[in-house]
């Protein structure tokens, strides 16, 4: 996801008042982008025990965007309380940008109280704040945020221009937080209660924004956007500008609650924005049926086309997927995003760790979302799509702190691919009703969610597997175990002995791996326990026989394993060739 960054440099001049009786002076010119810091750039990092030691109530970002300079000046206003007594703040702020000021209850702090060595800003109090007192920081700064490279992948704000040449503007920062443009806490955790943005930009630029819309106003040829957010996230807070045109609807949920749907596209794709809006209505009730109600509905099901692919920004999901149409009948892009709505905003994972939590879990909806609409067909050649993609050269989850480069560069795609698989593997051993129930447990933290009766929530891998032995009165961890902390997949073992098959599971470390397996003899069903991980059929004579015929289980499988290198060493050989 790293890659070189653009080097611009920024002739500006700032003038402000000087105070009685002395010279008006400008402060330090803006600096050159460059780029962060490896603290910066690894968003996830653990917590330090001043963040750990507050809730965060509040956040108010001003924002003033210039596209011209492609620099930005800002000013948080962060709110906190203190949990246990505390002498100094910290929040993330790439120390690429210039601090003009920072103030802690609207008094000045000197400049000997802040430091900002590697991108994590730490402020000396004047005085010692108090278990249960609240604190308002507020941060002034300005300069050039991270130009993202290849965004989404690659993090920062994108600095594009629509077909007609119109400044079209995004931040997508997922993998090295929110940081690259605001001061927060840079970690899954970090979220503030609640928060409000007020955009600046250009007229007649358009700021489509998370939650919900508090107006706008103009003056002096510039236009502020006003965006009021309930259920606020990190990487999920979100920069969309252009000349945006948008479309309105209302969803009526099964819940009884009213949805306001919006979508905002670039002039020109109207008739397009109309044919994919059409598509919110099919995923809302497929999402809400399955699981419970849309967890924003208070806010909005919102879409906006960005100058990159897509990111799960919460009511405000990025989408740009061109509009192409698919032999499924559906936008998958759209439908991973929204995914993320469940899976991602409303639960989020405490740690990266567990990132298979959010991106297993959406990759997985697809599949599903197949099998709702057009049944088991196309829901298994979804899956062996995913299937064929695996990797397997990290373990899913380690059990340790994980930065989101951590997984980005170790597990990688498997927490997508790998993670549907092994869900499909476990709903076909648990069966449907236990199977939702844990997911709508791990969701919404109840089985009977209804909008107003539940927040956002956090959770772990070893949550939801207690929430599974919980339900089926089973110990499912051996499952879990094999499948999330090794990174090589269990292998089933097949002999053919005379009239007898026999079967046996590996597992890399030899643990037990009891996962009962179907075997198909002539045209007879037979499912074999394997206790203790091993188990025979008889045979016929003469009988043919299919090892897991519906394709239940997620397993080594050789000839998967042969395709993958063949394709690699063609690619390969025909890269070397030009």
Not at 72 to 94: M, P
Request: with cysteine.
């Amino acid at each position: 996801m790293k890659s070189s960054f653009l080097s611009v440099l920024i002739a500006t001049t700032f003038f402000v008042q000087a105070q009685a009786q002395a010279q008006a002076q400008a402060p330090k010119p803006l600096p050159v982008s460059s780029v962060p810091t490896p603290f910066t750039m690894s968003s996830g990092t653990q917590r330090s025990p001043e963040q750990l030691a507050v809730i965060f109530e509040n956040a108010d970002l001003t924002l003033r965007l210039d596209p011209e300079t492609r620099s930005i000046k800002g000013t948080a206003i962060l709110r906190f309380t203190a949990k246990s007594n505390l002498q100094k703040l910290a929040v993330e702020l790439d120390k690429n940008f210039e601090v003009d000021d920072v103030k802690i209850n609207q008094v000045v702090l000197g400049s000997d109280a802040i430091s900002n060595p590697e991108g994590r800003l730490y402020l000396s109090l004047q005085q010692e704040l108090r278990k249960g007192e609240q604190v308002e920081l507020s941060i002034s700064y300005r300069g050039i945020p991270r130009i993202a490279q290849r965004a989404p992948w690659d993090g920062g704000f994108v600095w594009s221009k629509t077909p007609a040449g119109a400044p079209w503007i995004a931040s997508a920062v997922q993998g090295e937080g929110c940081d690259l443009f605001w001061p927060c806490i840079d970690h899954p955790m970090g979220k503030p209660k609640q928060m409000s943005l007020h955009i600046s930009v250009p007229a007649p630029l358009v700021v489509a924004g998370n939650g919900m819309s508090q107006g706008s106003e103009e003056k002096d040829g510039w236009r502020t956007y006003h965006w009021k957010i309930k259920h606020p996230s990190t990487y999920g807070i979100a920069i969309n500008v252009a000349p945006y045109e948008v479309l309105e609807e209302s969803y009526q949920s099964r819940f009884g609650n009213q949805i306001a749907l919006k979508m905002w596209y670039l002039a020109g794709n109207r008739e397009k924005a109309k044919g994919l809006m059409s598509e919110f209505g099919p995923m809302l009730d497929f999402f809400e049926s399955r699981f419970g109600p849309y967890p924003f509905g208070d806010e909005k099901m919102g879409v906006v086309e960005t100058p990159h692919l897509g990111m799960e920004h919460q009511t405000i999901n990025a989408y740009g997927n061109d509009y192409k149409k698919s032999p499924h009948g559906y936008d998958w892009l759209l439908h991973h995003e929204f995914s993320h709505e469940w899976f991602g905003n409303q639960m989020t994972n405490e740690n990266w760790d567990d990132f298979w939590l959010h991106e297993g879990f959406a990759s997985y909806m697809q599949p599903l979302y197949l099998q709702y609409l057009r049944g088991e067909r196309d829901y298994q050649v979804s899956l062996h799509e995913q299937r064929i993609r695996i990797v397997n050269k990290f373990p899913m989850v380690t059990g340790h702190s994980m930065s989101e480069h951590d997984v980005s560069n170790g597990p990688g795609n498997d927490v997508y691919f790998k993670g549907s698989n092994i869900l499909h593997t476990l709903r076909g051993q648990i069966g449907d009703q236990n199977f939702f129930k844990a997911v709508r447990l791990l969701v919404y933290g109840r089985l009977d969610p209804k909008p107003g009766n539940f927040t956002p929530r956090y959770s772990t891998s070893r949550e939801f597997i207690e929430i599974v032995n919980g339900l089926t009165k089973k110990d499912w961890t051996w499952f879990f175990h094999a499948y999330l902390r090794h990174a090589t997949l269990p292998s089933l073992v097949s002999n053919r002995d005379g009239n007898i098959l026999k079967l046996s599971w590996k597992v890399a470390d030899g643990s037990n791996f009891p996962l009962p397996v179907e075997v198909l003899v002539n045209d007879k069903l037979v499912k074999v326990p394997m206790e203790n991980g091993q188990g025979s059929v008889h045979l016929p004579a003469h009988a043919t026989f299919t090892i897991d015929p519906g394709s239940k289980i997620l397993k080594h499988e050789p000839n998967i394993v042969e395709w993958a290198a063949d394709t690699a060493a063609r690619a390969k050989a025909a890269r070397n060739s030009r």
